[in-house]
């Protein structure tokens, strides 16, 4: 046999194999990509489903803060207007007792006793300036014709004589001044910006 028959029988066999190589690396070829297709499908799924938990995670926590804002608003509405309130009865205690500050305390008692239990049960609602400025009105307020008396002792200490009329006028302007403190507690400061470049820190009006 010659060369050429032995290059005939290689070829024929070469030929006969590679389909065969062939359709054996595309089934591997196919099934690679089946699994990769699958493990792509699966952690899509899991990736899907983690977002799904972490949305109605964080829908559920803006609910719930939302919730609690809105009560955190209504209890401030309402302390407010508790606070508002109180203010304006200490002041309708100051314009009642104010006048009678010079009176005797059988005349004022029982206004001074309703007016202390206000303050007791009331206190923290009102403001601070106000809740101290309230306390000190009322003893004043009781306790000032005996300053006021004590001032007019005839006394043989000058120093002391001028002590007293310090502490009676002292007294006085305390109780005069107390309905100013309510008024400038319970003022409310603006809230449109072009205002408040009108008025300085106290909300006074800048000349």
Known sequence: MDASFWGYIASFIIGAGVPTLNGRWQRKHDLKKQELQHDYDLRKQELEHEYDQKKQQLEHDFSERKQALEREDRFRL????????????????????RPLANQR?????????????????????????????????????????????YARTTFSDYDEKQRAKKDKMDA????RSFGAIILNDISLKPIDPRMRETQNADGEAIQ
């Open 105 to 149: 305390i059988e005349l004022k008692s029982e206004l001074l006793q309703e007016a202390w239990g206000f303050w007791s049960s009331n206190c923290l609602y009102l403001e601070e300036d106000t809740r101290k400025g309230f306390n000190d009105f009322l003893y004043y307020v009781d306790n000032y014709p005996d300053i006021r008396d």
């Open 172 to 175: 006085w302007q305390q109780m």
């Open 78 to 97: 309402a302390a407010l207007d508790k606070r508002l309130e109180a203010q304006q009865k200490a002041f309708e205690y100051w314009s009642k007792l």
